[in-house]
Structures are given as structure tokens and as C-alpha cells.
């Protein structure tokens, strides 16, 4: 095992940043001992990392154009080559995905899906096709489509699109060149479902919605690509009334535990996951040490848990306990300016 993993973090340019940053975690001595500028550019909001851990997708803004950009990582010390970009005109996305030879991207301003082609050589080749969502919500923030997770179901078999303006999770299938939607998930309306991570069996699926700051428990039909509700759980305390925007929702290898991050309340989630039934159960919530986690991950040993604290620009550290699943704040945090995503290499 090696002692040092790599991090990616994306972020906003707004202010201070100036693009993707690297970081190493020492996970014998569980503290960060490294963070540099990867690549220099302009608001790389959500990043990507292939199968092969040999390449980086990332969100690409130039002034009053949006889309994707490609780099290789190099695999000795994790440095980025960057390859080339897809750009046009309107607000950049706000996810992306890759998987294969395949790149989606979900826009929250236009409401929009693309599927791009990866070439051999890993850069992006060209766009295959664009789906616009249509419709709206009760919520105010829900006057049009926003399109907020694209991503592909474990099997590969489909693509799945969370829709927080239009309440809905929707599953497409790829023919030839065009996205058809096969299935669609109505969510409750104003609830805002943003992100959505599977269970290691393939068969569960957990749903965050943003603004009722729930997860959604669903089974997974493989066959159909449909989703099935079976369980609606709050994410923050009961008491608590101010105004909460949960944001990222990652589920542990050994699919004992869900966690999610609550901007807001400051905190993350944990659930236990009961083994027979999928559904879930409150551990508990633990403070993130800054302000609005936009992000979070899992290192790679599963000990640690990093979160990205965009408002007070810091990523913190916290370990993890496997049996129980909680979280507890190590003295090790980082400066990293508007930080929005974290993604790491494989050990």
C-alpha cells in the first residue's frame, strides 16, 4: 500500500483560485503533506477521472463560453497534461462523467445533457448528441429545468440524469447517436433531487434532493433501467429551520454506510445501511470545520474522509470508523480556494 495518495480538487476562479489543485494524504500519519496548482483554469467546477485512473475530465468556462476539457495524469507524481477542450457558448456545465469512451455533462443553466465522444488517444473527440429537459417546479428555484448529475448506472447499461428543477430522475438508454428515454422517476415535487450514488450490489440506489435535503432509497431494475421508492429519510436534524442546500452523497465499498453533505447545517450525514433491505438509519452528523461542503470523498483505504468547505476555502480532514461508520476531525486541514469537488487516484 502506498503511504501517499493524490487528490484533485475543482473549484470556482471567482476570487482567489486559479484553476485544479493537487493535493497528496499520507494515510499512515493520516495528514495532508502536499498542495499545488495542477493545472491553471478558468472555473473547473466538477472533475472526472477514467476507469484507468490515466486520465482527468474536467468542467471548462473561457469568459462567455462553457463545455469540457481532457488532461492526462501523469502517473509517476500525478501531474496534469492537458490535451485539449470542448467549448461553446453559454454557461459551462456543472457535472460531468466518464466512463468508457463516453463523457457526459449535465448543465444546470440550460437544462441540458451532451454525451461526448472520447477518442483513443482519451481526448474529447466530438459531441454526440444534446437532450434539453423541459418543465419546471413549485420551488423558486425551480422556474426552468437544472439538470445537476449525469452519470452512468454501474452496469454501463444506462445513463441517469438527475433533474432538480423538474423533480425527476431520469434513465436513458444510447442508441446509435441519440440518448432515448426509457424511464423516469417523479421525485416529490420541490424536493430538487441533485445526486445519486449506487450501492455496491447494483441493485439500490440512494437519491439526495437538495432542497428537502433527503435521500431517496430506490431499487434498481437492471432490465428496465426503471427506479423503485422505497424508503424517504430527512438528512438534517428535525429542529433544524434554517435554509440547508444538501450537496454531495457518496455510499463505503462494503455498502455498510451512506454518507451526505449538508451546506447550511455544515455537517455530514452518516446512514447505516441494513443489509437485507437496503434502507437506512440515522448514525448521526458531524460539524465539517468550515462552511458550506460543497463536496466530499472517501480516500482511497476508506480511513478518511476529505471535505471541501467552499465559503471558508479549506479542505479538512476526518477519519473514518469502519464498524460504526462516524466521522471524527483530525488536525490536518488545507487552504484551497473555493473549493467545489474533490476526486482522488486509486492506491
Known amino acids: 500500500m502506498s503511504k501517499n495518495v493524490i487528490g484533485y480538487v475543482g473549484t470556482y476562479t471567482r476570487k482567489t483560485s486559479r484553476g485544479i489543485y493537487r493535493f497528496e494524504l499520507d494515510i499512515e500519519q493520516g495528514q495532508f503533506t502536499k498542495l499545488e496548482l495542477a493545472s491553471k483554469m478558468s472555473n473547473p467546477t466538477y472533475l472526472a477521472i477514467s476507469e484507468d485512473k490515466k486520465y482527468l475530465y474536467s468542467v471548462a468556462q473561457d469568459e462567455d463560453m462553457g463545455g469540457v476539457a481532457s488532461f492526462e495524469i501523469n502517473q509517476a507524481d500525478g501531474e496534469l497534461r492537458y490535451m485539449n477542450r470542448k467549448l461553446e457558448n453559454g454557461a459551462p456545465p456543472c457535472h460531468v462523467d466518464v466512463r468508457g469512451d463516453a463523457l457526459l455533462a449535465g448543465n444546470y443553466h440550460k437544462g441540458t ?30 422556474e426552468k429545468p437544472h439538470v445537476h448529475f449525469t452519470g452512468h448506472t454501474p452496469d454501463g447499461k444506462y445513463v441517469v440524469v438527475a433533474d432538480l428543477g423538474i423533480d425527476e430522475l431520469v434513465t436513458y438508454k444510447k442508441v446509435k447517436n441519440s440518448l432515448e428515454k426509457i424511464e423516469t422517476y417523479k421525485a416529490r415535487p420541490g424536493s430538487g433531487p441533485r445526486h445519486i450514488a449506487f450501492h455496491p450490489n447494483g441493485k439500490l440506489a440512494y437519491l439526495l434532493t437538495e432542497l428537502s435535503s433527503e435521500v431517496i432509497v430506490l431499487d434498481y431494475d437492471s432490465e428496465t433501467g426503471a427506479f423503485q421508492e422505497k424508503q424517504i429519510i430527512r438528512a438534517i436534524p428535525e429542529d433544524f429551520t434554517e435554509t440547508n442546500d444538501a450537496s454531495a452523497i ?40 468550515g462552511e458550506f461542503p460543497r463536496d466530499f470523498s472517501l480516500d482511497p483505504s476508506e480511513k478518511y474522509v476529505v471535505v471541501a468547505n467552499q465559503h471558508t476555502n479549506n479542505l479538512v480532514l476526518f477519519s473514518r470508523d469502519e464498524t460504526t461508520g462516524q466521522l471524527t476531525a483530525l488536525d490536518s486541514i488545507i487552504h484551497v480556494p473555493e473549493a467545489v469537488c474533490v476526486k482522488f487516484l486509486s492506491l
Do not use: C, M
Open 113 to 142: 445533457v451532451k454525451w461526448f465522444e472520447v477518442s483513443d488517444h482519451r481526448s474529447i473527440n466530438k459531441e454526440i448528441v444534446t437532450v434539453t429537459h423541459e418543465g419546471q417546479g413549485p420551488h423558486e428555484r425551480q
Open 250 to 289: 457518496h455510499v463505503s465499498s462494503d455498502g455498510k454506510f451512506v454518507y451526505t453533505g449538508n451546506r447550511g447545517h455544515n455537517s455530514i450525514t452518516t446512514f447505516k445501511v441494513d443489509e437485507a433491505t437496503g434502507q437506512l438509519t440515522l448514525v448521526g452528523h458531524t460539524p465539517t470545520g
